[in-house]
């Protein structure tokens, strides 16, 4: 992260207000806080910024990241938010693996990159896993001969369980694959049918056993809290099962309806404002619910949204890298990065996205630069989210304190009953990890502030 000098005057402290008391029901939006400046601060006219980062050098002693959006699935969930397509055939497939290979090209060649290799890589979507096993092969045999994965601790790969048979198991896991995650989100098929999921429950056991028999070093699976027509019984036979299967790791997600999902269509087609998904507070006593049961079974919980068997072997190298200011060379329609300190993103439509890489551009349509104060910013919340952050490194690396800096929005959670201080470290307890994208507005300037609370 670019920081202020330590002899430079701190940004002024802005006393905001208590966030809005929590709302109970669900309404269209996206809540969870995943960057900052948010993603409606990003313009085109700050591209440029982005092509200055390419040509300089390296910021000293700062990891690379890599991020691969495959945008292809076999359905739309109804409550997807991504950039994805059901409708490309093998020819349209092979043509945008050739365009990521062009993509990451361009990038490697700028001085930006420095030869350096990627310390974590991470294969997101969409469905990876959609692709089959030669394309993957040509696929990430064409980027270890542009960015070699000699270094990498981590080699993220999200996965839909139907989509996957043991050959095609066989050909991740060949790639160098660590981390296997698996988009389970729930395990009753009546559920999963509703909510568009393309897979079901036979699907998930099979899925999970081949990859266990193939020994990825972690597999994580996803749940979601609160999904059209969850119970609090349902509910609980999903935890139950998750549990049961004994996962390196688990993401607990709780739902939110942003407005470009099937499911916002329906309620604006239908005049409603509050979406047909569990209230806030009960999606918040799931996920505690789901943690605590984790914890009996020896797990601990290492994020407002994850739990772990070990943590001393599962890490997160990703999410930890994105969190600490790392750079994350992103390629692929739609995909988010961060350079030399400027945020990108990349055409968010699959021809313009194709047609300005075969045009010898970077295809990149907005950016942002943000300022010291926001850098900062950004770094102490998203660490936040991890349950705490060192005083005596945040001081060190930024040459402020968090307490003096956020002064006026660590009051009200202390007043609030959030804040846990203890060993150098600011933290929140369980209540606030289960609500922290609405707490987190306490930090932003006020000039981003969306008025959105949950």
Known sequence: MVAPAPDSPAPETVALPAATPARTETTAGNYFVAN????????????????????????????????????????????????VYTDKNAEDIRGYIDTILQELSRYAARPVIGGRHPRFIYFGGGTPSYLSPDQLKFLSDGMKALLPWDEATEI?????????????????????????????????????????????????????????????????????????????????????????????????????????????????????????????????????????????????????????????????????????????????VASFGHLSGVHYQNHHDFHPYLDAVKAGQFPVYRALRPDPAELYTREFMLQLKLGCVSIDAFTQKFGIDPRVQFAGPLAILREQGHLVEQDGQIGLNRPALLQVDRLLQNFFDPKYRSGRYA
């Open 36 to 83: 900052y400046p948010p993603f409606a601060a990003w313009k085109a006219d700050q591209v440029p910024e982005l092509f200055t980062a390419l040509n300089q050098p390296p910021r000293p002693n700062v990891p690379l990241g890599l991020y691969v959006h495959i945008p292809f699935c076999r359905k739309r969930c109804h409550f997807c938010y991504f950039r």
């Open 156 to 332: 993220t790969f999200e996965a839909e369980p139907g989509t996957l048979t043991d050959h095609k198991l066989r050909a991740i896991r060949e790639m160098g694959v660590t981390r296997l995650s698996l988009g389970i989100e729930h395990f009753d098929d009546h559920i999963l049918e509703i909510n568009g999921r393309a897979h079901r429950s036979k699907e998930i056991a099979r899925a999970y056993a081949y990859a266990r028999d193939i020994g990825f070093p972690q597999i994580n699976i996803d749940l979601i809290a609160g999904m059209v027509e969850e119970t609090e019984e349902k509910w609980q036979e999903a935890v139950a099962k998750a549990v049961a299967l004994q996962p390196d790791s688990v993401t607990i997600y709780q739902m939110e309806v942003p407005y470009n999902t099937t499911i916002y269509q329906r309620m604006k087609d239908e005049g409603r404002l509050v979406a047909p998904v569990a209230d806030w507070e009960t999606k918040r006593r799931w996920v505690d619910y789901a943690f605590s049961k984790f914890e009996e079974a020896g797990y601990t919980v290492t994020s407002t949204t994850t739990v772990v068997r070990d943590p001393n072997r599962v890490r997160f190298e990703y999410r930890a890298g994105l969190f600490s200011g790392a750079d994350l060379l992103s390629v692929g």
